[in-house]
C-alpha cells in the first residue's frame, strides 16, 4: 500500500512539472477573468465616448422609439454573453445610414438606417452587430489597453482607477482614439466580419429572420450615396458582408422556418412616425 | 502489485485528468446543447443561465460540453469562462444634470465610480467646446433605465421572439 502510495504520490508530480507550466501559461492567456470593477470601468470609458458621438450627432427625441430601439437590445442581450451590461440604445438625428457603439454597451443606430428598414429583424440585425463590437470587446483590443494580468479588459480599471495627470492624459487619449476608430479609421476587417457573423448568429438565435442582415445591406448598397458614404468608407464593401453572412447562416444551421421579421410591430413604431 | 501497476498506467494515461478539467458557464438565459455543432442538428438540451458545462472539445465558434448525461454542442455566444455576472451599472434613473449654470453633484455615481473617468470640469469643457453631448446621454439613458426585466419578457412574447 505504502508503495502504491508513493508511485502514484510520484506520478502525480511528473505531468505537473512536464505540462503544468504549459497549462498555466495557457490559462493565463487564454481565461480572461473579469471583475465587477473591471466593467464598472468599461462602463465608465463607454459612457464618455457615447457622450462624444452625441457630439457628433444629437439624439433624435422620440421617447417611443427609443424604449421600442432599447427593447429589442435588451431582449437580444438576454441571449448573448455578456448579462452584466444594461445595453443602451440611443437613435442619432442624422439622415446618414450608420450604427455605432461604445464599451460597456452603449449603442447607436442612425434616423437614416431606420428610415432604410422595413422590419424588426434588420433593427435587430443592425444593433446585434454594434453589440457584437461591444460583446467581442473589439475597441478595447484595437486600444491594447492591458492591465497587469493580460486581459484586456482589466485595463480599464488600470488606467483610468488611479489618480494623476499621467493617468488622465492617458484616458483622454484613448477616448480619442475610440473616437477615430468609430468616425475615421473604422475597425480592423476580421472586427467587421465577427460583428456581422456573430450578429446574425444573436439575432437567428433571439427567433429572427438570419437574412435580416443580408436583406437590408442588398437595399442600401444601391442607395443614395451621400446617406451610406460614410458606411462604405468605414466597412468592408456589402458584398463582402453578404457574403460572409451567408456562410455563416449555412455554417451554423440558421435558417429554417418560424423565424421573425417583426413587420408589423415595426410599422407600428415607425411608420407612424411619418 | 496489480492494483499498483492499474494505478500507474491510469496516471500515466491520464495525468490532465488529474488537473483543473476546462468548464464553460452559461450566460445567456437558456443555451441549447445540440447534438452536432449546428443549429439543424437535434437538440439534446437546454442549459440554464449559470449552469457549469464541462468542456469536452473546442470547435469553431461552438464549444462540445457534458451537462450530467448530456454530450453535445453549445454556441460560444452564450457561455463564458466565468460564472455570470448580476447586471453592473454606474447610473441610476435620477440622473445628474451635468450641463448648465445649476449643476448638481452626480448621485448617480456610486462613491467608486465617481473616481473613474471624466471630472466635471473635463465634461463641461468637452460640452463647450461641442465635442460632447452629455444631456443628450442622460437622456436615453433615462428613458432605457425604465425599462424592467418583466417588460423585456412580454415584449419577446408578444414578438414570438425570445
Known amino acids: 500500500m505504502t508503495k502504491a502510495a508513493l508511485a502514484a504520490a510520484i506520478l502525480l508530480l511528473l505531468p505537473s512539472l512536464a505540462f503544468g507550466g504549459d497549462l498555466r501559461a495557457r490559462a493565463h492567456a487564454e481565461l480572461q477573468v473579469v471583475t465587477t470593477d473591471d466593467v464598472k470601468s468599461e462602463v465608465a ?36 454573453n455578456r448579462p452584466e451590461l444594461n445595453f443602451t440604445v440611443g437613435v442619432l438625428d442624422t439622415d446618414m445610414i450608420n450604427g455605432f457603439s461604445a464599451p460597456g454597451g452603449y449603442i447607436f443606430v442612425t434616423k437614416g ?19 457584437m463590437h461591444v460583446s467581442q470587446r473589439h475597441i478595447v483590443k484595437e486600444l491594447n489597453i492591458h ?16 489618480a494623476g495627470d499621467v493617468v488622465k492624459v492617458a484616458f483622454v487619449k484613448a477616448m480619442d482614439e475610440a473616437v477615430n476608430i468609430l468616425f475615421e479609421r473604422g475597425y480592423k476587417k476580421q472586427d467587421e466580419i465577427e460583428a456581422d457573423t456573430l450578429g446574425t ?25 451621400k446617406e451610406t ?15 460572409w453572412i451567408k456562410q455563416a447562416v449555412e455554417k451554423n444551421g440558421l435558417g429554417g422556418e418560424g423565424h421573425k421579421k417583426g413587420v408589423e410591430r415595426f410599422n407600428g413604431v415607425i411608420r407612424k412616425k411619418g | 502489485m496489480k492494483k499498483t501497476l492499474m494505478l500507474l498506467v491510469v496516471l500515466l494515461v491520464f495525468p490532465h485528468a488529474l488537473f483543473a478539467a476546462e ?29 457549469k458545462l464541462a468542456v469536452t472539445e473546442k470547435g469553431d465558434g461552438w464549444v462540445k460540453v457534458t451537462a450530467g448525461s448530456v454530450s453535445g454542442w453549445v454556441n460560444k455566444l452564450t457561455v463564458g ?24 453633484r452626480a448621485s448617480a455615481m456610486t462613491s467608486a465610480a465617481a473616481a473613474r473617468g471624466l471630472s466635471d470640469t473635463e465634461r463641461k469643457r468637452l460640452t463647450d467646446e461641442g465635442k460632447a453631448n452629455y444631456r443628450d446621454l442622460v437622456e436615453m439613458e433615462k428613458i432605457a433605465a425604465t425599462i424592467g426585466d418583466r417588460e423585456i419578457g412580454s415584449f419577446a412574447d408578444e414578438g414570438g421572439v425570445q
Open chain 1, 147 to 162: 492591465g497587469s494580468d493580460l486581459s484586456p479588459a482589466a485595463g480599464f480599471s488600470h488606467m483610468i482607477g488611479g
Open chain 1, 45 to 80: 470609458f463607454g459612457r464618455e465616448v457615447a457622450a462624444m458621438i452625441l457630439g457628433k450627432y444629437p439624439l433624435y427625441r422620440d421617447e417611443s422609439l427609443t424604449r421600442y430601439v432599447n427593447l429589442v437590445a435588451r431582449m437580444l442581450a438576454r441571449n448573448s
Open chain 1, 229 to 243: 458614404v460614410t458606411l462604405k468608407k468605414l466597412h468592408p464593401s456589402f458584398d463582402e458582408r453578404i457574403g
Open chain 1, 113 to 131: 438606417a431606420i428610415d432604410a428598414m422595413d422590419d424588426e429583424a434588420e433593427l435587430a440585425g443592425v444593433i446585434a452587430h454594434e453589440m
Open chain 2, 81 to 104: 469562462d466565468a460564472p455570470p455576472m448580476d447586471k453592473v451599472s454606474i447610473i441610476t434613473a435620477d440622473s445628474a444634470n451635468l450641463e448648465g449654470k445649476s449643476r448638481k
Open chain 1, 201 to 225: 448568429e444573436l439575432i437567428a438565435t433571439a427567433g429572427y429572420d438570419p437574412e435580416a442582415l443580408v436583406r437590408y445591406f442588398e437595399k442600401i448598397k444601391g442607395g443614395q450615396e
Open chain 2, 23 to 51: 468548464s464553460v458557464f452559461v450566460q445567456s438565459v437558456k443555451a441549447k446543447i445540440m447534438g452536432e455543432p449546428n443549429f439543424k442538428s437535434k437538440e439534446l438540451g437546454v442549459a440554464q443561465k449559470g449552469d
